[in-house]
């Protein structure tokens, strides 16, 4: 059965890092769109990093431009992100995604029948 799995959340203070994963199961991730979103409590779900597959296109919101880093390991599909700097804002559960729509300015999902949602992982910046 296809599907995501994040991992690498937790409880930092402001300033410290953590790197999430997500491991795709039951498909080849190499051909597809890949992203991070967020959400916290009450909020909409908002992109926060994306990857195309083959275009070279890639997405950060501004909030975390310069502090995050995306990047895939199409060997193991596996797609990483990279958070330096982590500030109390950045709170949030974190989720990955397939099939989007990637662009510089902007990163959205394909469709409701066809982009994967991973379960999510927590992360929690405070001190």
């Not at 995306?70 to 949030?92: C, F, P, W, Y």
Request: contains cysteine; hydrophobic residues 35%.
């Amino acid at each position: 059965q296809a599907q995501l799995v994040e991992s690498g959340g937790g409880l930092v203070q402001p300033g410290e890092s953590l790197r999430l994963s997500c491991t795709a199961s039951g498909f080849n991730l190499a051909v597809y769109t890949i992203g991070w979103f967020r959400q916290v409590p009450g909020g909409e779900r908002e992109a926060v990093s994306c990857l195309s597959s083959s275009d070279g296109n890639i997405y950060y919101a501004d909030s975390v431009k310069g502090r995050f880093t995306i990047s895939r390991d199409n060997s193991k599909d596996t797609v990483h992100l990279q958070m330096d700097g982590l500030e109390v804002e950045d709170t949030a559960v974190y989720y990955c995604a397939v099939d989007l729509w990637v662009f510089a300015h902007a990163c959205t999902p394909r469709s409701l029948q066809t982009t994967r949602w991973g379960p999510g992982t927590q992360v929690t910046v405070s001190s």
